[in-house]
Antibody
Framework: QVQLQESGPGLVKPSETLSLTCSVS????????WCWIRQPPGKGLEWIGY???????NYNPSLQSRVTMSVDTSKNQFSLMLSSVTAADTAVYYC????????????WGQGTLVTVS | AIQMTQSPSSLSASVGDRVTITCRAS??????LGWYQQKPGKAPKLLIY???RLQSGVPSRFSGSGSGTDFTLTISSLQPEDFATYYC?????????FGGGTRVEIK
């Protein structure tokens, strides 16, 4: 059974960089798209972007100037960096696997709350 | 970006009721739509993909339909464990976009 687990600081200061890692177990990171999705407290879901196992990326234009995603296949991990954070970036951050043919987010991490303060 | 409009934003229903949630895309998205269920404090869970295909392990009381711009999630007989928030997601083009959510509450 594939499992995803987010890790990283739960508190980040304004103007600093949020950094999270998602560790994948029970399956290979190869051949999938790996995504980050966030949810501000009490609000809906926002897709942040994906990193393909080969390293190609696609980001939400609303965050593109501040987002960097990367993948480490040797560790079965992928990462998110979000720079110049403000209180508006306070959210639960989820990592998720996006399968293709047809597409869907079939596995999710439990989510991690990141507070900017 | 494609906008996804879900309705209603919330509803109250009783166990055994038939529940229908709709999602409308701002442009045609073929059948590239998924439905996700989220319970408080938990990650979303995939219910339906490609508009009408039931994810493995999901009860058959859940069904999806639609193509183009209009989609529906139906719960044929609401069970206690179905009280949650439901989101649609368009998989047609980037950026991927979610609907605003429908909260299903106990009447």
């Amino acid at each position: 059974q594939v499992q995803l687990q987010e890790s990283g600081p739960g508190l980040v200061k304004p103007s600093e960089t949020l950094s999270l890692t998602c560790s994948v177990s029970g399956g290979s990171i190869s051949n999938y798209y790996w995504c980050w999705i966030r949810q501000p407290p009490g609000k809906g879901l926002e897709w942040i972007g994906y990193v393909y196992y080969r390293g190609t990326t696609n980001y939400n234009p609303s965050l593109q100037s501040r987002v960097t995603m990367s993948v480490d296949t040797s560790k079965n991990q992928f990462s998110l960096m979000l720079s110049s954070v403000t209180a508006a970036d306070t959210a639960v951050y989820y990592c998720a696997r996006r399968r293709t043919g047809p597409e869907a987010f079939d596995y999710w991490g439990q989510g991690t709350l990141v507070t900017v303060s | 970006a494609i906008q996804m409009t879900q309705s209603p934003s919330s509803l109250s229903a009783s166990v055994g009721d038939r529940v229908t949630i709709t999602c409308r895309a701002s442009q045609g998205i073929r059948n590239d739509l998924g439905w996700y269920q989220q319970k408080p404090g938990k990650a979303p869970k995939l219910l339906i993909y490609a508009a009408s295909r039931l994810q493995s392990g999901v009860p058959s009381r859940f069904s999806g339909s639609g193509s183009g711009t209009d989609f529906t999630l139906t719960i044929s007989s609401l069970q206690p464990e179905d009280f949650a928030t439901y989101y649609c997601l368009q998989d047609y083009s980037y950026p991927l976009t979610f609907g605003g959510g429908t909260r299903v509450e106990i009447k």
